[in-house]
């Protein structure tokens, strides 16, 4: 549509708002008090000075000394912009004691503002305009409420001056339907409620012409910067490839992901009470640091002071990387704030540290402030505005006893990763155990590990996997010592087998040769017998025949 | 210094005013039946009216000791004397006694 927008000093409200208020024209601001309207107004002029453009600020309650000082508490110069002239207060809080008799008119105060916004002969048109709590100014609302015909005149000739101003107003349903029907062409609206005892302040643009805007309640916070939102990220896809992966720095810890862990993934570490969870992401913080990655570990538990104790009792030093500022430790109370503020506070963090990996130990802190489903949506954002500037994101799940080792954060397809810390109960014995639950674009372990906690850090063993069933601990080792024994028997035994399958042939090749001989001998013998009686019959029947020739013939 | 009705020493008052309109009209002929005072349109000059801090027009500023501040046309100029106080509530031809108007 062409109107053209100027920012509001808001980080996160520009891109709500597809840009910022608009131009040359009124914003209005409504809101309850305490809900941080006036600071939205110091940011919008703010930003304007700090870009050279005239500012304004018009204060029907407030004083002028203390909006100053306001201005300064935000870090601003406003001591210098003063004097430069880029901004000025217009003071239009009644003066106690006037009294009003007969008619009036208030063109005075749009004369005023000019004043200043013209002042050294500057364009009006071309500064910014804020006036905080025009519901208070004097006589320009009636007792109901409700707009007088001066009030909207003067938000008219605003308009028509096409100064771009933004006015701060309570909350009340008179003033809100005068106002917004007719004088402002965009209206905010500001809320505070208290969810689980806890502030959460929300924005909500409830008209904006000719403008896209976000039509959804915003979360925002205010600290000593002013009110800030959930920052929107651009969403340029986070690409996985081997380049995009980061070692564990653990020997044993990168096969058993899969080679390691991918920057802007998502990394959830979920057991019990002692499973070892903060170990071991001690150990990640040690390792990716020790790769040279920056790392801010969150630590909603335990302070910098009692980590590094626990660290170095199991090996696990720390402290080279602290002093070298790749690890930072960043201790939050989860009742500081509410779960959007968490999340709004996480976002502002990451873009101004620029971590590599951000550790939360642990993210089932925060599930005390919000609905199952609330909290899932927080983490849900978080990761995916991690995954937006490529930090890789480990995020601690505390499970309770009564769990079942089961995870109710429902939490699964927001992960990459997901590793899961038990503790098995063996006869007089726990032992840790780790497994890779899930590994998406990593070929991880299917297999359960045991891994233990020494004075070394972390070391991960193989299960025993003989006789069809996992076996850790010291089963396992007297398993493994049982199987030696059995092992050693067989061995003896295969031994002599083999022995006796040598020895085998040569036996029967032996009793063999014995027969051969034998039946030789049977033949020979038989044959000299046969031999013999050939003989002694051919001897015998020539004897007959000569004593028969002797006789004289046959008869 | 002195000029008209009200006392020699008497406090100097200033009214703000915009443009020609009738009001402003109305308002600058009952503050002069006042007394002496000073007219100041706010377009001449805006920085008179932000000094003083003047949210509409017609004001009245009584300037001294005494200090009152009216709104408006100053059309019941009877209330305008009260709400000013001595002198003013003592009206130049002297027939009211000074009395007349407490509260």
Same mark, same amino acid.
């Given at each position: 549509m062409?109107?053209?927008q100027v920012s509001?000093?808001?980080?996160?409200l520009?891109?709500i708002?597809?840009?910022?208020?608009l !131009?040359a &024209?009124?914003?209005?601001?409504?809101?309850?008090p305490?809900c941080?309207?006036?600071l939205?107004?110091?940011?919008?002029?703010?930003?304007?000075?700090?870009?050279?453009e005239? &500012?304004?600020?018009?204060?029907?309650?407030?004083?002028p000394?203390?909006?100053?000082?306001?201005?300064g508490?935000?870090g601003?110069?406003v001591d210098?912009?003063?004097?430069?002239? /880029?901004?000025s207060?217009?003071?239009?809080?009644?003066?106690?004691?006037e009294v009003v008799?007969?008619?009036l008119?208030?063109?005075?105060? !749009?004369?005023?503002?000019?004043a200043?916004l013209a002042a050294?002969g500057?364009?009006?048109s071309?500064?910014?305009?804020?006036?905080?709590e025009?519901?208070?100014l004097?006589y320009?609302?009636?007792? @109901?409420?409700?707009?007088?015909?001066?009030?909207?005149?003067? /938000?008219r000739?605003?308009?028509?001056s096409?100064?771009?101003?933004l006015i701060?107003s309570?909350?009340?349903?008179?003033?809100?339907?005068?106002?917004m029907?007719?004088?402002?062409?965009?209206?905010i609206?500001?809320?505070q409620?208290?969810?689980?005892?806890l502030?959460t302040?929300t924005?909500?643009?409830?008209k904006?012409?000719g403008?896209?805007?976000?039509t959804?309640?915003?979360?925002?916070?205010?600290?000593?910067? $002013?009110p800030?939102l959930?920052?929107?990220?651009?969403?340029?896809?986070?690409?996985?490839?081997?380049?995009?992966?980061?070692s564990?720095?653990?020997a044993?810890?990168?096969?058993?992901?899969?080679g390691?862990l991918?920057?802007?993934?998502?990394?959830?570490?979920?057991?019990?009470s002692?499973?070892g969870k903060t170990?071991?992401?001690?150990?990640?913080?040690?390792g990716?640091?020790?790769?040279?990655?920056?790392?801010t570990?969150?630590?909603?538990?335990?302070?910098?002071?009692?980590l590094?104790?626990?660290?170095? $009792?199991?090996g #696990?030093?720390? *402290?080279?990387?602290?002093?070298?500022?790749? /690890?930072?430790?960043?201790?939050?109370?989860?009742?500081?704030?509410?779960?959007e503020e968490?999340?709004?506070?996480? @976002?502002?963090?990451?873009q101004?540290e620029?971590?590599?990996?951000?550790?939360i130990?642990?993210?089932t802190?925060?599930?005390?402030?919000?609905d199952?489903?609330?909290?899932?949506?927080?983490?849900?954002?978080?990761v995916?505005t991690c995954?937006?500037?490529?930090?890789?994101i480990?995020? #601690?799940?505390l499970l309770g006893?009564?769990?079942n080792?089961?995870?109710?954060m429902?939490?699964?397809?927001?992960?990459?990763?997901?590793?899961?810390l038990?503790?098995?109960?063996?006869?007089?014995?726990?032992v840790?155990?780790?497994?890779?639950?899930?590994?998406?674009?990593?070929?991880?372990?299917q297999?359960?590990?045991e891994f233990?906690i020494?004075?070394?850090?972390i070391?991960i063993e193989d299960p025993y996997?003989g006789?069809g069933?996992?076996?850790?601990?010291t089963e396992?080792?007297?398993?493994?010592?049982?199987?030696?024994r059995?092992l050693?028997?067989?061995?003896?035994?295969?031994?002599r087998?083999?022995?006796?399958?040598?020895l085998l042939?040569n036996?029967?090749?032996?009793?063999?040769a014995?027969?051969?001989?034998?039946?030789?001998?049977a033949?020979?013998? /038989? !044959?000299?017998e046969?031999?013999?009686l050939?003989?002694? #019959?051919? *001897?015998?029947?020539?004897?007959?025949?000569?004593?028969?020739?002797?006789r004289?013939g046959? @008869? | 210094?002195a000029?008209?009705q009200?006392?020699?020493?008497?406090? *100097?008052?200033r009214l703000f005013?915009?443009?020609?309109?009738?009001t402003m009209?109305?308002?600058?002929?009952?503050?002069?039946a006042?007394?002496?005072v000073?007219?100041?349109?706010v377009?001449?000059?805006p920085?008179?009216?932000? @000094?003083?801090?003047?949210?509409?027009?017609?004001t009245?500023?009584r300037?001294?000791?005494?200090?009152?501040r009216?709104v $408006?046309?100053l059309r019941?100029?009877e209330a305008v004397?009260?709400?000013l106080?001595p002198?003013?509530?003592?009206?130049?031809g002297g027939?009211?006694?000074?009395?007349h108007?407490?509260?």
């Open positions: 062409g109107f053209s509001t000093g808001v980080p996160g520009d891109a708002l597809s840009g910022g208020y !131009k &024209s009124p914003t209005l601001i409504m809101g309850q305490g941080g309207k006036t939205f107004l110091l940011q919008f002029l703010a930003d304007g000075a700090a870009r050279g005239r &500012s304004v600020c018009a204060t029907c309650t407030e004083s000394e203390r909006l100053h000082e306001y201005m508490a935000l601003h110069p210098q912009w003063s004097a430069e002239g /880029l901004f207060i217009v003071d239009l809080r009644p003066v106690p004691g008799t007969g008619s008119d208030q063109t005075v105060v !749009k004369v005023r503002l000019d200043a050294g500057a364009d009006p071309a500064g910014r305009l804020a006036i905080d025009l519901n208070r004097a320009a609302f009636d007792s @109901a409420g409700v707009a007088r015909e001066q009030t909207l005149a003067l /938000l000739e605003l308009r028509d096409r100064i771009t101003t701060s309570a909350d009340t349903t008179a003033a809100r339907d005068s106002l029907d007719y004088a402002a062409d965009a209206v609206e500001l809320r409620t208290i969810e689980h005892r502030m302040r924005l909500r643009v409830t904006m012409r403008v896209p805007h976000g959804n309640e915003y979360p925002f916070m205010i600290d000593q910067q $002013g800030s959930m920052p929107i990220t651009n969403t340029e896809g986070h690409h996985r490839s081997r380049q995009g992966m980061v564990t720095g653990h044993r810890l990168d096969p058993l992901l899969g390691g991918y920057r802007g993934g998502s990394l959830m570490i979920t057991g019990t002692g499973s170990t071991l992401c001690g150990q990640l913080a040690n990716l640091c020790g790769g040279g990655l920056k790392v570990y969150l630590t909603f538990e335990q302070d910098e002071s009692e590094r104790h626990d660290y170095e $009792g199991v #696990i030093n720390v *402290a080279p990387h602290l002093d070298a500022g790749r /690890l930072n430790f960043v201790r939050a109370r989860s009742v500081d704030c509410g779960l968490h999340l709004i506070r996480l @976002a502002r963090m990451i101004t620029r971590p590599d990996a951000l550790i130990d642990a993210v802190s925060m599930t005390d402030l919000g199952p489903q609330a909290v899932k949506s927080m983490l849900l954002r978080l995916d995954k937006s500037q490529g930090v890789l480990v995020m #601690i799940e006893d009564a769990q080792s089961v995870s109710e429902g939490l699964s397809s927001l992960l990459d990763t997901w590793i899961r038990e503790l098995h109960r063996q006869d007089g014995e726990y840790r155990l780790v497994r890779v639950l899930k590994s998406r674009g990593a070929n991880a372990s297999q359960i590990k233990r020494t004075d070394q850090g070391v996997v006789q069933s996992f076996v850790f601990g396992k080792l007297l398993r493994e010592q049982a199987d030696a059995d050693e028997i067989k061995n003896r035994r295969l031994t087998l083999r022995e006796e399958l040598a042939p036996t029967f090749e032996a009793q063999l014995q027969t051969r001989i034998e039946r030789d001998r033949l020979d013998s /038989l !044959k000299s046969i031999d013999d050939e003989q002694s #019959i051919r *001897a015998t029947t020539h004897d007959a025949r000569a004593l028969s020739a002797a004289g046959g @008869a | 210094m000029t008209a009200p006392p020699a020493g008497s406090p *100097a008052l005013v915009l443009g020609h309109s009738e009209r109305r308002a600058i002929t009952n503050a002069r006042l007394g002496r000073e007219v100041v349109d377009r001449d000059d920085a008179a009216a932000e @000094a003083a801090r003047i949210l509409a027009t017609p009245l500023l300037e001294d000791d005494r200090p009152a009216i $408006g046309d019941d100029l004397r009260a709400h106080g002198p003013y509530d003592n009206p130049p027939d009211d006694p000074p009395a108007h407490d509260r």
